[in-house]
């Protein structure tokens, strides 16, 4: 039985739209990070689940240990309800989100933030002024990874911390230890243009990433680990954090990191068919029904229009996969409310079939559907709620 046939077999009482996870290849795909990280533990990308249920699934695997979240809020729900290492890895500038955090013993416990200025800092006190027997609060700092190049011609990663010097780091560092009320526990640097971007790409563009990338690797070694002596000149650090899905068994290496975060490896969206080092297995997809079939070779969806973040293009698209041989029509893409697919398996196709899809992306699926469906074999075994299923929407 192909995965199709399981798929279909095992959603026969649902009726489309509706998401699963294929438990086998999640776990699959969950086990060959842990062994990419070679021992070092792997704190879970939230944003890549948006799963409590999923969450605590993952985090009883060996290897894993911590999330890394996206929002204070997300984060202060995620400590009341058990998760005891959360770390938020972007700034917040949601002043009753802090003011929470700060009152709540537990939280403040379980919660860490990221700051990388010391601006960060002042907006955390205005915003916790008026608290009440005010908690410690955990601080993470926040390092730029991007490389650099040809007098800053050249830049490669994401636009995020403005520190980028050991010397920048220690002096942050020393402001976030004489300011009372914060504890600074961790360093965070991810190099987004490594772990972030699929090095399995032909011609003139192809060389460059990967010349780009090589060369990131070995400059962010050595700043990297310039900027952790440093910084733990100043704070006894708990943790160093780095690296993504893509970069695992290169960040791994080096000695200043302590834990490697990642998330979108366990559903294998399809930006992760893009690397050369490692494949994974499609795990998380939606089924969208066949509702007519408007000209030979063509047929029409309902919805499908669940476009990922990131600069708008083909490759933000959701993929047809199953049946395998359908393309979109080029005039229409992914539709709001339909969406024409062409190919030859279009032939084989009749109104009430399903279509299978897989997200350009992770956790973002997890914005479009209230339950994921968990496939063992050809059986749905639970049915969990995401965090939109919860009620929430973070962002």
């Known amino acids: 039985m192909d995965d199709r046939e399981r798929f279909d077999k095992a959603t026969a009482d649902l009726e489309p739209p509706f998401a699963i996870v294929d438990m086998a290849a999640m776990r699959a795909n969950g086990l060959a990070m842990a062994r990419r990280a070679r021992g070092k533990p792997i704190r879970v990308a939230s944003k890549s689940i948006?799963?409590?249920e999923i969450l605590r699934r993952v985090l009883d695997m060996d290897g894993y240990?911590?999330?890394?979240?996206?929002?204070?809020?997300?984060?202060?729900?995620?400590?009341?309800?058990?998760f005891?290492?959360?770390?938020?890895?972007?700034?917040?500038?949601?002043?009753?989100?802090?003011?929470?955090l700060a009152g709540d013993a537990r939280a403040a416990r379980a919660v860490t933030v990221m700051v990388d200025s010391v601006e960060h800092l002042e907006f955390v006190d205005d915003a916790v002024r008026d608290v009440a027997n005010r908690h410690e609060i955990r601080i993470c700092l926040d390092i730029d990874a991007a490389f650099i190049a040809f007098g800053g011609r050249l830049r490669a990663g994401v636009l995020r911390s403005p520190v980028r010097e050991p010397e920048e780091a220690a002096e942050l560092a020393g402001a976030i230890a004489k300011r009372p009320g914060f504890r600074l526990v961790g360093l965070m640097a991810y190099e987004a243009q490594i772990a972030g971007v699929g090095d399995r790409v032909q011609g003139a563009y192809g060389h460059v990433l990967r010349w780009t990338q090589a060369r990131s690797r070995r400059e962010l070694i050595i700043r990297r680990g310039r900027i952790v002596q440093a910084v733990r000149q100043v704070a006894d650090l708990e943790f160093v954090n780095g690296g993504g899905t893509g970069s695992i068994e290169e960040t791994?290496?080096?000695?200043?990191?302590?834990?490697?975060?990642a998330g979108s490896g366990f559903y294998h969206p399809r930006l992760f068919d893009f690397y050369r080092g490692f494949a994974?297995?499609?795990?998380?997809?939606?089924?969208?029904?066949?509702?007519?079939?408007?000209?030979?070779?063509?047929?029409t969806v309902l919805g499908g229009g669940h476009p990922?973040?990131?600069?708008?293009?083909?490759?933000?698209?959701?993929?047809?996969?199953?049946?395998?041989?359908?393309?979109y029509h080029p005039r229409e893409g992914a539709g709001e409310v339909q969406t024409p697919l062409?190919?030859?398996a279009a032939e084989d196709l009749r109104v009430g079939d399903r279509v299978w899809f897989r997200h350009a992306k992770a956790g973002e699926l997890c914005e479009r559907f209230d339950t994921l469906h968990l496939v063992e074999g050809d059986r749905v075994v639970e049915s969990v709620p995401t965090y939109r299923g919860e009620g929430k929407a973070f962002l």
């Open 252 to 261: 791994t290496r080096e000695k200043a990191i302590t834990e490697i975060a």
């Open 280 to 299: 994974g297995r499609p795990a998380a997809m939606f089924a969208m029904p066949v509702v007519r079939r408007p000209a030979p070779g063509v047929v």
């Open 50 to 52: 948006r799963s409590r």
């Open 84 to 100: 005891p290492d959360v770390m938020v890895a972007y700034p917040t500038a949601d002043r009753a989100a802090l003011a929470e």
């Open 342 to 344: 062409l190919g030859p």
């Open 65 to 82: 240990a911590g999330v890394m979240a996206f929002t204070v809020p997300e984060a202060l729900w995620l400590a009341s309800g058990g």
């Open 308 to 327: 990922a973040s990131g600069p708008a293009g083909d490759s933000r698209l959701p993929q047809p996969y199953l049946p395998p041989g359908l393309r």
